[in-house]
């Protein structure tokens, strides 16, 4: 990004705008503008429509902490000093809920857009991307809204204090959705293509991009239905269980298809330069300059971030020691083990080890023959390593910055939806909707992100012949490919398994039993000073592991302490909501 799409704060005293927005650097100021000289030009349309990217998820986050959208506290992966109450199955009903807040926030600056648009008296195809759009983001937030609530109240009009809809009741989730999937067709047609946003101005919306989210609210929904059906809705809600189920499929099918096929989009590998050591899935995530990877590659190479929030290091940096913070979180032993060998199987499969897997006598040994991926989104423990509290034995790699900024000034863009994700999108759709996948189909999803990871092909030979599962091989490609970029909780709502996968103890690094000498042991003696059993509130249990054996591993998140229920497959209603409008029926559990 060169000079549009960098955003900085600009207070705005126009009427029904948000007190500050964000807007692009080279736009005029808005703090002296009201909406009686404002909304008469094409470039003032663009202008406010530029402002709503402040919506998207970024480093300076509007939806809840950061660490919500790094898996943490999921059973991937946990933090020492954040735990989240979903994870834990700690909900509450709050006084006032942020996602609430800042969503209908953002959903009536887009209706302000909409309001204004139909008052102009110009041509409306002069303003069309920006109403595009506006679209778009009205859809975006109304997503955040279903994820975590199922059916709010719809508004589509800029509302005073005495509007009638300020007592409305909740719309059903399939009133949501539709009016979801409704806005992402307009946004569709009214987008450029990405071939045809100017290079000043990539980072905006392309209706590639509008398509690729749509396929993300499809897979949701249909998984949703499939696997739910109605029984965690609020009641009252009423609207199609399942009849939308396969229809939604072959469109996720069809959308994928098309953004798969758009040369504009590829995946960032250069896994063919010695230097970069096979690591492309990690220096993807921390791409400031051409200084920042082996490759010499800047953010112009990246095609893959399909949407994305931009950042630059002097005009908008990140704000977070990303290098220092994540030091603190710890990738589980699940996630570990959910990494598959070179030669594409599981590390133990069919009743047997894989004879690829190294092992846990040495630090670093389980690291071996690995998917490439394992190295370049967890760091691989050193021979030295230390258990002594504030970890587990593994630190998270992904989206670390490779120098020191520790001045907070870390500015690669933030990943909200990328090609990577189409990928999976398509392959776990057309096994849900037919109940198998070709090898070719395979091929042009699923593969190309096991290439770039090292790792032989998914196919239906390897599945049958090894006795696995290939809708668990894909939703493992999923979990893997996707790990920090906040889909975990969902997907395992989605799937209908949350409380099976999080009422679990998550735990770190083996540390010895069943004739292991693991690092911390010397010969059947143990080493001072690199684990210190005490510093551990849950001590250590005895896990299955990658090898097929139960091993000891230092427990982060005991069981004992977690209780996730159906409840908690919904967040309720914030209670002030409820006191302003009695007429919102609180979600079950609550």
């Known amino acids: ?22 807007t692009f650097l080279d736009l005029e100021p808005l703090d002296s503008k009201t909406d009686v ?19 998207l998820l970024g480093w300076q986050c509007r939806y809840g902490s950061i660490w919500e959208h790094f898996d943490c506290s999921t059973d991937l992966s946990t933090y020492f000093n954040y735990s989240s109450d979903l994870g834990f199955g700690r909900i509450m009903v709050g006084t006032d809920d942020g996602y609430w807040d800042n969503c209908y926030a953002n959903i009536r600056a887009v209706n302000m857009l909409f309001q204004k648009a139909g008052e102009y008296g110009g041509a409306q195809e002069d303003i069309a991307q920006s109403l595009g759009e506006g679209y778009f983001f009205r859809a975006y937030s109304y997503f955040w809204l279903l994820q975590r609530f ?12 005495d509007s009638p809809e300020l007592r409305s009741a909740r719309s059903s989730r399939y009133e949501v959705v539709d009016l979801i999937l409704s806005d992402l067709d307009q946004a569709i047609a009214m987008l450029p293509a990405e071939a045809n946003i ?39 809600s009423a609207g199609p269980a399942s009849d939308q189920v396969e229809t939604f499929l072959d469109e996720v099918i069809a959308l994928c298809q098309d953004v798969m096929g758009d040369a504009a989009y590829s995946l960032w590998n250069y896994n063919t330069v010695s230097a970069m050591q096979n690591e492309s899935s990690c220096y993807l995530f921390n791409i400031e300059d051409e200084s920042s990877n082996p490759a010499g590659m800047g953010k112009d190479t990246n095609h893959e971030f399909i949407i994305y929030s931009v950042y630059d290091k002097d005009q908008r940096p990140s704000s977070l020691d990303l290098n220092t913070t994540l030091n603190y979180m710890t990738p589980s032993r699940k996630l570990i083990d959910m990494f598959v060998c ?5 590390t133990f499969y069919n009743g047997q080890k894989n004879a690829q897997f190294q092992g846990y006598a040495n630090p670093g040994d389980e690291f071996e023959n690995r998917d490439w991926r394992l190295k ?5 423990p050193a021979a030295d390593t230390k258990l002594t509290g504030g970890n587990a034995g593994y630190y998270p790699k992904k989206f670390l910055i490779g120098r020191n900024a520790t001045n907070k000034d870390a500015a690669a863009n933030y990943p909200v939806l990328r090609l990577a994700e189409v990928y999976l999108m398509y392959a776990e759709a057309v096994f849900e909707r037919y109940g198998s996948i070709t090898d070719d189909q395979l091929n042009q999803s699923v593969n190309k992100l096991r290439s770039r990871a090292g790792v032989a092909g998914l196919t239906n030979e390897l599945v049958s012949s090894n006795e696995l599962d290939m809708l668990t091989e894909i939703r493992r490609e999923r979990t893997v490919e996707l790990y920090m970029e906040g889909f975990r909780f969902d997907d395992l709502k989605r799937w209908g398994i949350l409380e099976d996968e999080l009422n679990e103890s998550r735990c770190g690094m083996v540390v010895g039993e069943n004739g292991y000498d693991t690092y911390y042991k010397k010969g059947g003696e143990a080493v001072a000073g690199n684990y210190t059993p005490n510093v551990y509130v849950w001590g250590e249990e005895s896990v299955p592991c990658a090898d097929g054996q139960n091993h000891n591993a230092v427990v982060i998140g005991s069981k004992s302490d977690i209780s996730v229920s159906e409840t908690d497959y ?8 409820r006191d302003l409008n009695p007429n ?5 559990g609550y």
């Open 1 to 22: 990004m060169k000079k549009k799409i960098l955003y900085i704060a600009a207070c705005a005293g126009m009427m029904g705008m948000a007190s500050c927005q964000d």
């Open 37 to 55: 000289v404002y909304f008469k030009t094409p470039a003032q349309f663009e202008e406010y429509s530029l402002g709503l990217y402040n919506q």
């Open 150 to 161: 199922g059916g709010v109240p719809i508004v589509k009009a800029v509302l005073d204090v």
């Open 198 to 236: 100017p290079s000043d101005e990539k980072g905006r919306i392309s209706s590639g991009g509008a398509k690729a989210f749509k396929a993300r609210v499809l897979l949701y929904e249909a998984s949703w239905r499939k696997y739910n059906n109605t029984a965690k809705d609020f009641e009252g």
């Open 342 to 346: 070179r030669n594409g199987l599981p």
């Open 376 to 380: 370049s989104y967890i760091g691989t």
């Open 570 to 577: 919904l967040y309720p209603i914030p209670q002030r909501q």
């Open 584 to 588: 919102l029926v609180q979600n079950p």
